[in-house]
Structures are given as C-alpha cells and as structure tokens.
C-alpha cells in the first residue's frame, strides 16, 4: 500500500487531464443516478406503458410535431407540443392530474423536460416512454395514421 501511493501520484501528476476526465465522468454518473432516483418521473417500457394504458386508462400524450404525429401514433394518443406543455396550456389533459400520463416523444430522450413541466404543473403519475416511438415501431407495435 505505501508503494501504491507515492505511484497514484506519478501517474496523476504524469496525465491530470485523463485524471481530471475521470473525476468528472464519476462525478456525472453519480450525478444522474442520484436525479433519476429522486424523480418524480418515471421511465416505462413498452410493456409497461400497455399495461398501465389497459389497467389505469392512462393518457398518451404524444409530443412529436404533427405532421410526425400524422404519420403514426399510439392509439388514444393526444398531440401536445412541448411548447404548449412550458406555456402550461394543458387544457386537454387537466383533468386527467391524477391519472397516469405517459409522454412520448420520437426517440425517449426529449420527453423528460416536459415531464418534468407536468409535475411541476400539479401531474402526479408522470411517464415517459423508454426509445420513445421509435422503440415502440421497433416492437412491432401499432401505430394509428391520420
């Protein structure tokens, strides 16, 4: 042990910036493990989301542009555009603030700022749905076309 010390050192002294990148990228993981913890938010997968739309008439709210909409969407879905969502012009779905609502957008990444608008907003189920529509196209699952 007192030969490692004096070689961690060296090496730290030898590469800071690798050193400096690691100590970051650490720092960010723990970052978004203690985030996506405490969120309020939740992440569902295909599954998921199917069951909690049978079991608990959750609301599908579909925040692609409308054309994309157009093009396929879940079925019941409602189209709210994430700016609509930061303007807090959510009149479709308020009534539904104790329901479960499950955002999808075109790849799951996007979702989650407005999921987290939403619970903000008064939302208490709030999900977003895992790959977004492109994991659902992905399963083979339906798509409704306008």
Known sequence: MQEFIPMAKD????????VLAWVMVFFTVIYTFIKDFTSKVKVVTNAEAVSLMNNQDAVV???RSIDEFA????????????AE??????????QHKDTPVILVCATGMSASTSADLLVKQGFNQVYTLKEGISGWRAANLPLIKK
């Open 61 to 63: 709210v579909d925040l």
């Open 85 to 94: 969502i930061k303007k807090n012009n959510v009149g479709k779905i308020n």
């Open 11 to 18: 090496f730290a002294q030898n590469h800071t910036l690798m």
């Open 71 to 82: 093009h396929g969407h879940i079925i019941n879905s409602l189209n709210i555009l994430p």
